[in-house]
């Protein structure tokens, strides 16, 4: 392998919704540098900052009949069972839903955690609460989709956040997609949830670290599929 071959191996993909927010940074850390150089060098670590939080890396998701994978990655801030959002049409009665915190440290690109049909898109105009708290479910800002496939109906809901001024999504309803296929990203902090079929169990429990499209949260075709954990 030569060496260009070897440091583009090592280089992180942005994203191109980085571009715009990358450009304003190196153009400000310029003009700072010609007013006073100790700020030029914090606009210049900012612009390294923006360049880290829009990454976009590959993801190696397991393929499998019935498998569900994080759409986000962060921490597992919750998994509890809960009624859905009425605009996702997913019923009245408490399903089981994994939510997942996004800092602003984490990758932001998120991905879709089953393959199928996307049957329904929303957004709803909100607040921009902390994503952390429970309440911020119901009434931050927040673009849901329903995904269905072979196995049943999968809700997946972006959330705004605190610092999160903007849900952008890279999919359309009605259109067929892949599990750990890109469907949108969520600038600067914030919170993806995913509700379950009824009688599903989640496979991941609160304080884990998921990695979008790879980490696997539920298995779709063993309903009555369980786990313990232990921290150590």
């Not at 009425?86 to 440290?105: H, K, N, T, Y």
């Not at 673009?143 to 809901?157: H, K, P, S």
């Not at 001024?165 to 600067?188: K, L, N, Q």
Request: glycine share 12%; net charge positive; proline share 6%.
């Amino acid at each position: 392998m030569s060496v260009v071959n070897s440091i583009r191996a090592q280089l992180v993909p942005i994203h191109r919704e980085g571009y715009p927010f990358i450009g304003c940074f190196a153009l400000l850390s310029i003009v700072l540098f010609l007013f006073w150089s100790p700020l030029g060098w914090l606009g210049t670590l900012a612009t390294l900052w923006c360049s880290y939080f829009f990454r976009d890396p590959p993801r190696v998701t397991p393929l499998g009949d019935g498998l569900v994978v994080a759409p986000a990655d962060g921490r597992v801030s919750q998994v509890t069972s809960v009624v859905p959002p009425v605009e996702l049409g997913l019923g009245p009665a408490a399903l089981a839903r994994v939510s997942i915190f996004m800092s602003v440290f984490d990758c932001h690109v998120n991905r879709s955690p089953v393959g199928g049909r996307i049957e329904r898109m929303v957004y709803k105009a909100g607040k921009f609460l902390n994503a952390d708290l429970d309440k911020a479910s119901e009434d931050n800002e927040r673009n849901g989709l329903v995904i269905t496939g072979a196995r049943g109906r999968v809700g997946v809901v972006q959330i705004a956040g605190l610092v999160a001024r903007r849900i952008v999504p890279f999919v359309r309803e009605g259109e067929e997609i892949g599990a750990g296929e890109r469907i949108g990203m969520i600038r600067f902090g914030s919170r993806v949830d995913v509700y379950l079929p009824q009688g599903v169990r989640p496979l991941v429990t609160e304080g884990q670290i998921a990695t979008a499209g790879e980490t696997v949260i539920a298995d779709l075709a063993a309903r009555d599929l369980g786990r313990t954990f232990r921290v150590s």
